[in-house]
Structure formats: C-alpha cells, structure tokens
C-alpha cells in the first residue's frame, strides 16, 4: 500500500493543541490529555523525516518550544517535582493521592533531551542514570521480575529519592526504557558509561529467549506489548548507532513473525521494525486514514495504578494488568508520524 504523504501531514497539523500533538488518557473512560512525553516522542520520529511543509516545520518548532516550558523549573525531570515526589498529572483527583507519588523516570527524561539536546541537562541526566542502576543492594527487583537473566548493573526505569533509609528500594526494569535510554547514549555519544554493557547485555539475553512473545509485561512494565517492544528496540538500534546489537537482525526478524497481531497499531510497528531492518515480508498495514475520529486509538503506553502497590505486596501483582486499574495513554498523532516514516523511507 502506497501511504499519502500529505494527507498524514495535514492530520499532524490538525491534531494540536496547547503547542503540543493530542494525546489520551483512559481511566475508566477515555479524556483528553495532553502529554509532553508523547510529543516528544512524535518530535523525535519527525526529527528522522524530510520535512518541506512550512506548516508542519512551525508545528514542530512550537512543540520543542512547549517541551522546554515544561521542563523548566524541574531540570533533566519529565514530571514536575514536589519534594522529589511527581503525581500524575492533569488528573485533579489522582495527582492528590499520595499512594500515587511517582519519581521522575529515565524514560521521559531521555526521550526529551533526544529532542531538546540541552548540554547542562544532558551531563545531569547522565549522572543520574549512572547512579540508578540495579545492584542488588540499594535497589532490587519486585518478585515478578526476579527471574530476568543478567539485569545487574542495567539501568532502573526511575529516579527515586537518593536519601531512602530503608536498605534497600524495590524498583523496576524496563526493556522499552532501556532501549529509550540506549538510544538516548548512542545520540550524545555516551555508549560506554557504566550501565551501558550490562543493559546491552540484559538485551542480548532477553533475545535467546521467548519472553518478549510469551511474556511481554514481565520485560515492560509501562509498554507491555510485543511488537512495540520490537520496534522500540530496532528504533534505538539504529537511530542510537548500538553496534553491540546489531547482529541481532534474524532473531528480532523471527520474533517479530511469531508476534499476534492485536490491533493497527501492531501492525505499523511491525512494518516499522522490517523497515528499520530492510526485511520486506513485514508488510505495512491497510490504514483506515479517512476514519481517524471514528476509532479508538489502540494503547502505547500503560501506568498501572495500583504498581505502587504491588512492588511492595506482591498479592497485588495478580490485578496490576487488568484494564480497569491501568492508566492507558494513546495518539493518533503518534500513529501518523510513524506513517509519515515509512511513507518516506519504506522501500516499494
């Protein structure tokens, strides 16, 4: 299928709002929630995008600019902290429950500064990720996670208060924030601060296994879908220059052909990753461009709401991945601009 080029450009341009690409929000029911972290996510997929259409240039100028009001005011940090704890936000009910306190995440974090390229920012971030890594000491695994092969040493998906006085922290690892974070090293040429080996490492091991298929969740807490983790990974592969893992073509090829197809979006990122691997029986996806309002948008990102909880009472593990206490983010916008990607770049 031939993807329209102008026609994905002229709905980037309409989907805005407050300078920023429109996202969702589904807690029970589907709102209106503009997020800096998808924008940045878009921002950083047009950034490899030929981009002629003055209206679509002045849209991404606008976005890096409403990007860095955002993070004025909390430095390298994607939420904005008070007293080291962040609450979710543009909620006026959730962000006044204290169970719900997050710490900023290397996710966000990494993913602004790939489009902002801020120099003081970037060597605090680096710092900080040096820091928060697993050592199974000051910070483990919850039990759903203690059975991951060689994590030690890779990087934590968040930043939490450095002066805990517990002697140890439970927090998580990420596959798709690793691979955000990976991508982020490989832009600033930082592929070799302490992390980076083992995380690559941790990768390389997740791959000689089936959990990406069988066990999504397990490997990705906040992106727990298959094939968006194999995007993920590709886009950090090849966008961040990791020459460690670029021999993993055939085998992210064949666990790609073993993911069951959930949705469109499933299946652009599929598309995505043969793409980014020149492997052309990943077919792009038939997509139903003139029904943008008439579709849910499939989920790219969850926050468990009752995580908190469940990292310290594992009793609660057995419902952190029901629908109806997951926070779901989505956007079409996201969706086009990887359109506007392999419209560009996809061979015929």
Not at 210 to 225: A, D, G, M, R, V
Request: glycine share 4%; hydrophobic share 40%; charged share 20%.
């Amino acid at each position: 299928m031939q993807l329209n080029s102008q026609r994905i450009i002229d709905l980037l341009i309409l989907l805005r709002e407050h300078g920023l690409w429109q996202s969702d929000r589904t807690i029970f029911k589907k709102k209106s929630d503009i997020q800096p972290f998808i924008s940045s996510n878009i921002l950083a997929i047009l950034n490899h995008c030929q981009i002629d259409d003055q209206r679509l240039k002045f849209a991404i100028a606008e976005t890096e600019m409403a990007i860095q009001k955002f993070q004025n005011g909390h430095l390298t940090y994607h939420w904005p902290l008070v007293g080291n704890e962040a609450r979710i936000a543009n909620s006026p009910i959730l962000k006044r429950l204290k169970f719900l306190s997050i710490s900023p995440d290397a996710d966000c974090s990494c993913l602004q500064q790939i489009v902002l390229n801020e120099e003081q920012n970037i060597k605090k971030l680096i710092d900080e990720l040096i820091y928060y890594r697993l050592d199974n000491k000051k910070y483990i695994l919850p039990r759903f996670q203690k059975e991951l092969p060689c994590t030690e040493g890779s990087f934590l998906t968040w930043f939490p208060p450095k002066d805990v006085e517990e002697n140890y922290k439970i927090e998580t690892i990420d596959i798709v924030v690793d691979s955000n974070i990976l991508w982020f090293l490989g832009k600033m040429g930082q592929l070799n601060i302490p992390g980076t080996h083992e995380t690559i490492q941790f990768i390389r091991k997740i791959l000689n296994t089936e959990l990406i298929i069988t066990k999504p969740f397990i490997l990705s807490p906040y992106y727990p879908f298959s094939a968006g983790i194999l995007y993920y990974l590709s886009r950090a592969i090849h966008w961040g220059n990791i020459v460690e893992l670029k021999d993993c073509k055939n085998r992210i090829i064949e666990l790609a052909t073993k993911v069951r197809l959930e949705n469109d979006l499933d299946r652009l990122f599929l598309a995505s990753v043969g793409n980014y691997w020149g492997e052309k029986s990943l077919v792009v996806p038939n997509w139903p461009l003139e029904k943008v309002n008439s579709y849910a948008d499939p989920t790219i990102y969850v926050g468990s709401l009752i995580m908190p909880l469940a990292l310290q009472y594992p009793i609660f593990l057995k419902f952190m991945k029901s629908r109806i206490l997951n926070i779901e983010f989505s956007s079409w916008a996201f969706q086009y601009a990887l359109m506007l990607w392999l419209s560009q770049t996809a061979s015929p």
